[in-house]
Protein backbone atom coordinates (compact mmCIF):
# COMPACT_ATOMS: atom_id res chain seq x y z
CA UNK A 1 0.00 0.00 0.00
CA UNK A 2 1.06 3.41 -1.38
CA UNK A 3 1.44 6.13 1.34
CA UNK A 4 -0.10 9.58 0.98
CA UNK A 5 2.15 12.22 1.46
CA UNK A 6 0.44 13.54 4.68
CA UNK A 7 0.75 10.13 6.37
CA UNK A 8 4.47 9.43 5.15
CA UNK A 9 4.93 13.13 6.86
CA UNK A 10 2.86 11.90 10.17
CA UNK A 11 4.74 8.11 9.96
CA UNK A 12 8.18 10.21 9.61
CA UNK A 13 7.09 12.59 12.23
CA UNK A 14 6.36 9.53 14.48
CA UNK A 15 9.81 8.18 14.00
CA UNK A 16 11.97 10.70 14.80
CA UNK A 17 9.75 12.08 17.54
CA UNK A 18 10.10 8.34 19.23
CA UNK A 19 13.98 9.13 19.63
CA UNK A 20 14.20 12.84 20.21
CA UNK A 21 15.09 12.97 23.48
CA UNK A 22 15.82 16.57 23.37
CA UNK A 23 12.72 18.29 22.30
CA UNK A 24 10.59 16.16 24.68
CA UNK A 25 13.21 17.18 27.53
CA UNK A 26 12.72 20.69 26.20
CA UNK A 27 8.93 20.43 26.52
CA UNK A 28 8.38 20.83 22.70
CA UNK A 29 5.12 19.00 21.34
CA UNK A 30 4.09 18.57 17.75
CA UNK A 31 1.58 20.59 16.72
CA UNK A 32 0.95 19.62 12.70
CA UNK A 33 3.12 18.03 10.15
CA UNK A 34 2.81 17.73 6.77
CA UNK A 35 4.98 17.52 3.42
CA UNK A 36 7.33 20.03 3.76
CA UNK A 37 5.99 21.30 7.09
CA UNK A 38 5.80 21.65 10.57
CA UNK A 39 4.69 23.05 13.66
CA UNK A 40 5.64 22.56 17.29
CA UNK A 41 4.51 24.29 19.90
CA UNK A 42 6.77 24.73 23.71
CA UNK A 43 4.99 26.54 27.00
CA UNK A 44 8.09 28.96 28.09
CA UNK A 45 8.62 27.52 31.90
CA UNK A 46 10.63 29.23 34.65
CA UNK A 47 13.60 26.68 33.82
CA UNK A 48 13.74 28.41 30.00
CA UNK A 49 14.03 31.96 31.08
CA UNK A 50 17.49 33.74 31.38
CA UNK A 51 19.14 36.14 33.66
CA UNK A 52 16.48 39.02 32.08
CA UNK A 53 13.63 37.20 32.99
CA UNK A 54 12.50 36.34 29.49
CA UNK A 55 13.04 33.32 27.28
CA UNK A 56 16.30 31.84 26.24
CA UNK A 57 17.45 32.73 22.35
CA UNK A 58 19.01 29.44 22.95
CA UNK A 59 15.71 27.78 24.02
CA UNK A 60 13.61 30.03 21.22
CA UNK A 61 16.28 28.41 18.61
CA UNK A 62 15.94 25.25 19.20
CA UNK A 63 11.98 25.15 19.41
CA UNK A 64 12.44 26.88 15.68
CA UNK A 65 15.42 24.04 15.17
CA UNK A 66 13.12 21.56 15.66
CA UNK A 67 10.10 22.39 13.47
CA UNK A 68 12.86 22.74 10.57
CA UNK A 69 13.89 19.17 11.56
CA UNK A 70 10.45 17.86 11.38
CA UNK A 71 9.44 19.19 8.50
CA UNK A 72 12.83 18.50 6.38
CA UNK A 73 12.27 15.21 7.64
CA UNK A 74 8.68 14.76 6.28
CA UNK A 75 9.76 12.84 3.10
CA UNK A 76 11.19 9.91 5.03
CA UNK A 77 14.73 10.88 3.83
CA UNK A 78 16.89 11.13 6.60
CA UNK A 79 17.86 14.95 6.45
CA UNK A 80 20.26 17.04 8.49
CA UNK A 81 20.79 20.58 9.08
CA UNK A 82 23.52 22.63 7.46
CA UNK A 83 23.53 25.74 8.61
CA UNK A 84 20.65 28.45 10.26
CA UNK A 85 20.65 31.58 10.74
CA UNK A 86 17.69 33.42 13.42
CA UNK A 87 16.75 36.49 14.17
CA UNK A 88 15.25 37.55 17.19
CA UNK A 89 12.36 39.90 16.91
CA UNK A 90 10.76 39.84 20.59
CA UNK A 91 11.29 38.12 23.26
CA UNK A 92 9.40 35.34 25.06
CA UNK A 93 7.85 36.03 28.29
CA UNK A 94 7.15 33.23 31.09
CA UNK A 95 4.18 31.76 30.54
CA UNK A 96 4.35 32.39 26.80
CA UNK A 97 2.82 29.21 24.31
CA UNK A 98 5.87 29.71 21.66
CA UNK A 99 4.36 27.91 17.99
CA UNK A 100 7.45 27.86 15.17
CA UNK A 101 5.70 26.90 12.16
CA UNK A 102 8.30 25.57 9.30
CA UNK A 103 7.59 25.97 5.88
CA UNK A 104 9.66 24.41 3.08
CA UNK A 105 10.91 27.21 0.37
CA UNK A 106 12.96 24.99 -1.88
CA UNK A 107 13.64 21.65 -2.10
CA UNK A 108 16.49 20.64 -5.31
CA UNK A 109 18.30 17.58 -5.02
CA UNK A 110 19.65 16.74 -1.45
CA UNK A 111 19.41 21.06 -0.33
CA UNK A 112 16.59 22.41 0.73
CA UNK A 113 15.65 25.53 2.16
CA UNK A 114 13.12 26.47 5.10
CA UNK A 115 11.98 29.84 6.80
CA UNK A 116 10.70 28.99 10.17
CA UNK A 117 8.15 31.84 12.20
CA UNK A 118 8.47 31.70 16.00
CA UNK A 119 5.52 33.48 17.42
CA UNK A 120 3.34 33.60 20.82
CA UNK A 121 -0.14 33.10 21.90
CA UNK A 122 -0.81 36.39 20.76
CA UNK A 123 0.39 36.12 17.32
CA UNK A 124 3.23 38.56 17.72
CA UNK A 125 6.10 37.26 16.17
CA UNK A 126 9.12 36.39 18.44
CA UNK A 127 11.98 34.70 15.86
CA UNK A 128 12.59 34.47 12.35
CA UNK A 129 15.07 31.62 11.06
CA UNK A 130 16.01 30.52 7.89
CA UNK A 131 17.49 26.53 7.68
CA UNK A 132 19.36 24.86 5.03
CA UNK A 133 18.96 21.17 4.55
CA UNK A 134 21.12 18.36 3.52
CA UNK A 135 19.56 15.16 2.34
CA UNK A 136 22.12 12.41 3.77
CA UNK A 137 22.05 7.98 3.38
CA UNK A 138 19.05 6.42 5.12
CA UNK A 139 15.22 6.79 6.17
CA UNK A 140 13.20 6.84 9.28
CA UNK A 141 11.08 3.98 8.86
CA UNK A 142 11.30 1.05 6.38
CA UNK A 143 8.89 1.51 3.42
Known amino acids: MSLTPKDRAEKSAAAMWDSDQASKWAGMSIEAVEE ?3 TLTLTVEP ?4 GHGICHGGVTFMLADSAFAFACNSRNQATVAQHN ?22 LTGRS ?23 AIKGQLFEE
Open 47 to 50: HHCN
Open 85 to 106: MISFVAPGRLGDQLRAEAREVS
Open 112 to 134: GLYDVSVRNQEGQLIAEMRGCSR
Open 36 to 38: GHA
